[in-house]
């Protein structure tokens, strides 16, 4: 595994669902060409599917409901509206889409399975194909798409509670601070210290709403108090987090 793997750090946070789903549900469609009906094409919205399937996109041969902590995970708020993928020119993605096709037709023991994998694996691969793509506006894609400034969101998205600063993360990226700090704004659209605290409010929603002490939530956050991590809370959501806790399914 490569050091510094840019989607590993942010999977380890956020848990990946998939259920297949009836035609026109879903938000992950794998198309294909008749008369064949070989699968050719790959369309996922991030955030829920936008309309209806146009009829003249090839025959939709699988259809699933993804989710990868919605909104709150700050890679799948950043990804644009829909993601593409064409299998002419990547086998092993062609393959991907047909071993899930099979899968989900054939319908054997352990297939749903086997589906929810392959749809995790081919999400994996189409957020790898983003990364790598770019983004044309700032954010964590356009971050994560550069090589240096990819170090040091890991090494804030590996360990949220560090107390760091701007120069050690200007180290993690191999860069000087002027040159790090200004071209973290320009690509991320917003300064490291300020997605840093957006990162880990994103994280103390989560565990608060999962039911963890607030005490431990923010030790393990770099925060020296409860008090401290309530404050900050409060100023980002716009309330506490025990309103947050008793409004949780």
Same mark, same amino acid.
């Given at each position: 595994m490569?050091?510094?793997?840019r989607?590993?750090?942010l999977?380890q946070h956020f848990?990946m669902?998939?259920?297949?789903a009836e035609p026109?549900?879903g938000n992950l469609?794998i198309?294909?060409a008749?008369?064949q009906n070989?699968p050719?094409?790959?369309?996922?919205?991030p955030r829920g599917?936008?309309?209806?399937i146009?009829?003249?996109s090839g025959?939709p041969l699988?259809?699933?409901?993804a989710?990868?902590?919605?909104?709150?995970?700050p890679?799948?708020a950043?990804?644009?509206?829909k993601?593409?993928?064409q299998t002419a020119?990547?086998?092993?993605?062609?393959?991907?889409?047909?071993m899930?096709?099979?899968?989900a037709d054939?319908?054997?023991c352990?297939?749903?399975?086997?589906?929810?994998?392959?749809?995790?694996v081919?999400?994996?691969r189409?957020l790898?194909h983003?990364?790598?793509?770019?983004a044309t506006?700032?954010?964590?894609i356009s971050g994560?798409a550069?090589?240096r400034l990819?170090r040091?969101?890991i090494?804030i998205?590996e360990?949220p509670g560090?107390?760091?600063r701007n120069?050690?993360?200007?180290?993690?990226?191999?860069?000087s601070?002027s040159r790090?700090s200004?071209?973290?704004? +320009?690509r991320? $659209?917003e300064?490291? @210290?300020a997605?840093? #605290? %957006?990162?880990?409010?994103?994280?103390?929603r989560?565990? +608060?709403?999962? $039911?963890r002490?607030? @005490?431990?939530?923010? #030790? %393990?956050?770099?925060y020296g108090?409860?008090e401290?991590?309530?404050r900050?809370?409060r100023?980002h959501?716009?309330?506490s987090p025990?309103?947050?806790?008793?409004?949780?399914?």
């Open positions: 490569s050091k510094f793997d989607l590993s750090a999977m848990q669902s998939v259920q297949t026109g549900d469609v198309f294909g008749p008369p070989h050719e094409r790959v369309e996922f919205w599917q936008a309309g209806r146009d009829a003249g025959r699988f259809e699933a409901v989710d990868w902590g919605g909104t709150a995970n890679l799948i950043a990804l644009p509206e993601l593409v993928l020119a990547d086998e092993p993605m062609a393959l991907l889409l047909r899930l096709v099979s899968e054939d319908a054997r352990g297939s749903a399975s086997a589906v929810n994998r392959l749809c995790e081919l999400i994996i189409l790898r983003q990364i790598e793509r770019g506006s700032p954010g964590l994560l550069d090589k990819s040091a969101l090494a998205h360990q560090r107390d760091w120069g050690e993360l200007a180290e993690a990226a191999g860069m601070l790090f200004d071209r973290f704004v +320009i991320v $659209g300064t490291p @210290q997605y840093l #605290r %957006r990162w880990r409010m994103t994280l103390a989560q565990e +608060i709403v999962a $039911g002490r607030i @005490q431990s939530v923010a #030790r %393990r956050l770099g108090s409860p401290a991590l309530s900050a809370f100023r959501f716009g309330e025990m309103v947050v806790r008793k409004a949780a399914p």
